[in-house]
Structures are given as structure tokens and as C-alpha cells.
């Protein structure tokens, strides 16, 4: 009995064991959460490699809303990753990331994520992101961020629980 309960604590820690580059990852994610709390703009370009894309797209219901309001409303929209960071005026604006998936090979990886943003204490929009990275010269760093979106003010965004379920 012993043994089966040793067995089974070892692999419950080796389920959720994280690689080097994983947690290399989740550094650069970390870095992006906080550079743009601080209005850290060196750091958040450190963060990225050219060519970047940078896409959204709103998610229907939202995208419903918005266009009761403004029936040229566009559904999706390519942005810069500089014009983003710049666009803060102030210290009040914060995105936080949960439910991260990561998928490497030590060169490439993708990481899936829930996002919501807020400003002045308040949630916004939120909904999915999805980053692509390459590792240059050891480093990690950001390629493409494509995300769906849901503005708070219509849709707000369900509990971490309610996310997971399966």
C-alpha cells in the first residue's frame, strides 16, 4: 500500500513537471504582465523578434453587439505589437494570463492561454490568446500573438472553474 501511495505521489509530480524552456516561457509571459503594468516599454520590445504578427478578432456575440452600434463595425483587425505598448498613457492598465498550455520542441513552441485585460481595477475585454515563439540564441521570444475577444461590458468572462470544465 506504501509503495502504490509513493507510486502514485511520484507521477502526480512528474505530471506537472515543467521542461528548462517551459519555464523560460512562462518568464517571457510573466515579463509581458508586468511591462505592461509598469509601462516598461524596453523591456516589453526585448520580448519580441520581427517579423511580429498581431491579430484579433471578436468573438460573434460581441461582434453582434458591435455592430448594432455601428454596422461597419469590423470583425477582426491586424495591429502592432509597438502601437499596443505605447498606447498606454498610464500605470492603470494590467493583462493577466490563466489556463496556460505550453507545446515546445527547444526551438518552437506555442502558448495557449486565457487573457483578460483591465483598466483602472476593471475587466475590459478577455477571452483566448495564442503566442508562437522561437528560441534565438537561447532566448525566447515572441513571433505572433493572435487572440479572440469578448468585451466585458456584454459578456463577462466565466471563472477559471467554469473555463476548464470539460
Known amino acids: 500500500m506504501k509503495r ?19 519555464k523560460e516561457i512562462r518568464k517571457v509571459m510573466n515579463n509581458f504582465m508586468e511591462s505592461i503594468k509598469t509601462r516598461n516599454e524596453a523591456q516589453y520590445l526585448s520580448l519580441f523578434q520581427e517579423p511580429v504578427l498581431w491579430t484579433g ?5 460581441t ?3 458591435r455592430l448594432e ?10 495591429d502592432d505589437y509597438k502601437a499596443f505598448i505605447k498606447g498606454f498613457k498610464d500605470d492603470k492598465s494590467e493583462e493577466k494570463f490563466d489556463n496556460i498550455k505550453i507545446v515546445e520542441d527547444g526551438a518552437v513552441a506555442s502558448a495557449n492561454f486565457d487573457y ?3 483598466y483602472d481595477g476593471k475587466m475590459e475585454n478577455w477571452g483566448k490568446e ?3 515563439l522561437m528560441k534565438i540564441n537561447g532566448i525566447w521570444k515572441i513571433t505572433s500573438v ?6 466585458a461590458k456584454y459578456f463577462p468572462q466565466p471563472s477559471l472553474n467554469e473555463r476548464t470544465k470539460k
Not at 452600434?69 to 491586424?78: C, G, I, M, S, V
Open 4 to 22: 502504490l501511495l509513493l507510486l502514485l505521489v511520484l507521477s502526480f509530480n512528474f505530471s506537472f513537471a515543467q521542461t528548462r524552456d517551459e
Open 57 to 61: 478578432i471578436y468573438k460573434d456575440r
Open 63 to 65: 461582434q453582434a453587439k
Open 69 to 78: 452600434k455601428n454596422p461597419k463595425a469590423e470583425y477582426y483587425f491586424a
Open 116 to 118: 483578460s485585460f483591465w
Open 130 to 132: 495564442i503566442w508562437t
Open 146 to 151: 493572435t487572440f479572440s475577444m469578448d468585451l
